[in-house]
């Protein structure tokens, strides 16, 4: 700054054309380029290559006979039936929070916005000895579901409990900045014509926020269906019971079939891949959507 004022406006008083504060020579950005793409092949590209190498490395008949054994489709399928239960769980939760942070002024508003991070603070080990506190046979509770023969610890109600824990943030982390931004006058314009509060839901607030809604969907269900410090707690690794698909691999892996155990962890690499395509999808559909709003 020269006289308190910008860079860009000096150099645009004396007719030089402002490209940014930092000149850095050739090498030095060559430089700087080469080690982050060095230190992402070494700790993120290779080592997902070695999986796949790995997984097919005694042909593609041993590889679809470890996907499909018996273990490992009771491991899939439970996989998918806690993301089932789980997302559409934290997706209303998320809207709702999200719709109360932006909407209105309550006491305890900040107590609930940081309890909504929560989980990006504690470990997945601690959330899941959390439940276990509360439901398993010493627990608070744990007299009372024995006395009516309720299993929550080491069964599938457990399993959901902990990936519901684990993942309730990220929808609602995602709507609540868009929809602050977005205000509410929208929504009040709705109700002065005499909408409905559901009306004013599905016809306005909804499609404001539907991709940022999908986006947060989609980070749910990835961390859903790879969730493995709290599921791990809680589900006891009985294999062909409450084993996901983490707890599977971690059990093949320990039994030395090594194979087997790449060959489970492909399906867990390509889930992170078709997320990651996704995410960039929805960031563009965003962006785009969000100019078009824009231009209008």
Not at 84 to 110: D, E, M
Not at 143 to 150: K, M, R, T, V, W
Request: include cysteine; charge should be positive.
């Amino acid at each position: 700054m020269a006289g308190g004022m910008p860079a860009a406006a000096v150099q645009a008083q004396a007719g030089v054309p402002y490209r940014g504060v930092l000149q850095e020579k050739k090498w030095v950005r060559r430089t700087l380029i080469g080690v982050a793409l060095l230190f992402l092949a070494l700790v993120l590209v290779i080592p997902l290559i070695f999986v796949f190498v790995y997984a097919f490395n005694k042909g593609i008949e041993v590889y679809f006979a470890s996907i499909l054994e018996h273990d490992a489709l009771k491991a899939i399928r439970l996989t998918l039936l806690v993301a089932l239960i789980a997302i559409p769980c934290n997706t209303v939760f998320g809207i709702a929070a999200a719709w109360a942070i932006s909407k209105f002024r309550f006491r305890g508003k900040q107590l609930l916005i940081t309890a909504i991070d929560l989980p990006f603070a504690v470990s997945p080990v601690i959330a899941g000895l959390i439940f276990v506190l509360l439901f398993g046979v010493n627990g608070w509770f744990g007299p009372f579901l024995a006395e009516h023969d309720i299993k929550i610890i080491f069964a599938f109600p457990g399993i959901v409990l902990a990936t519901m824990f684990v993942t309730f943030p990220f929808v609602a982390r995602e709507l609540i900045p868009l929809m602050q931004t977005q205000g509410s006058q929208e929504e009040e314009a709705a109700v002065i014509m005499g909408a409905s509060g559901w009306r004013v839901f599905w016809s306005v607030t909804l499609p404001n926020i539907k991709w940022a809604l999908l986006y947060g969907i989609i980070l749910c269900n990835a961390r859903a269906m790879g969730e493995f410090g709290a599921v791990s707690v809680v589900s006891g690794h009985i294999r062909g019971q409450t084993n996901t698909m983490p707890l599977h691999i971690e059990v093949l892996y320990n039994e030395y079939q090594y194979t087997a155990a790449f060959a489970v962890s492909t399906l867990l690499v390509m889930l992170a891949l078709l997320t990651l395509a996704v995410k960039q999808w929805m960031e563009f559909r965003m962006k785009r959507y969000g100019q078009g709003e824009g231009e209008h």
